[in-house]
């Protein structure tokens, strides 16, 4: 089956660690995206990438690193600079278009303990 | 700073009537218009995608587009409670690189 599968479901951080987030798709997309969710809130984009070996920030980069080796896998780690960490993220996928949509990954629920 | 509203609500609809959610958008170049339905823990899944001024049925949902009015609408017939989750209005524009512009979601809850 075609789809974004994202790695680990639930993830614990002890302070001062990095920890990395796993988002692989096989629907041959270009475009990746990494969203920050809070509770009650909206997504907030953290960095894309629109072809292999490069990326972009997003609105809220800061405390995070991403990369781009393959067209399949946007990994993203999240750093001990990021201060506040207890998210949920979530991991799409598109093509190339401005009238296509993005396909999302089931999500990993991050928690600082 | 290109941006897409949408009320927080809550919105509460009894069982079997009209929901109605509302989005505006502010960039008139934007070309396509989509609503995502998550539900609590859960990623969103999208629901309907508009291109064009008018309306857009598919079962018991509805979405409207007004482009001179920049706003775009989401009506969901004979509510079900299996129907309370938030809806997210997502624009994706001409000028926006590809992205998808999300609002911060209405949160719909039917009641039984």
């Known amino acids: 089956d075609g789809g974004i599968t994202q790695s680990p479901k639930y993830l614990f951080r002890k302070e001062g660690q990095n920890v990395t987030l796993s988002c692989e798709q096989n629907?041959?997309?270009?475009?990746m995206y990494w969203y920050r969710q809070d509770p009650g809130q909206g997504l907030r984009l953290i960095y894309y990438s629109q072809i292999v070996n490069d990326f972009q920030k997003g609105d809220i980069a800061e405390g995070y690193s991403v990369s781009r080796e393959k067209k399949e896998s946007f990994p993203l780690t999240v750093t001990s600079a990021q201060k506040n960490p207890t998210a949920f993220y979530l991991c799409a996928s598109s093509i190339l278009s401005a009238n296509t949509e993005a396909f999302f990954g089931q999500g990993t629920r991050l928690t600082v303990v | 700073q290109k941006e897409v509203e949408q009320n927080s609500g809550p919105l509460s609809v009894p069982e079997g009537a009209i929901a109605s959610l509302n989005c505006t958008y502010s960039?008139?170049?934007?070309?396509?218009f989509f609503w995502y339905r998550q539900y609590s823990g859960k990623s969103p899944e999208l629901i309907m995608s508009?291109?064009s001024n008018g309306d857009k049925e598919d079962g018991r949902f509805t979405a409207q587009l007004n482009k001179a009015s920049q706003y775009v609408s989401l009506l969901i017939r004979d509510s079900q409670p299996s129907d309370s989750a938030t809806y997210l209005c997502?624009?994706?524009?001409?000028?926006?690189?590809?992205?998808?512009?999300w609002g911060a979601g209405t949160k719909l809850i039917i009641k039984p």
């Open positions: 997502a624009v994706n524009g001409r000028d926006s690189n590809y992205q998808l512009i």
């Open positions: 508009i291109y």
């Open positions: 960039d008139r170049g934007s070309q396509s």
């Open positions: 629907l041959n997309h270009d475009a």
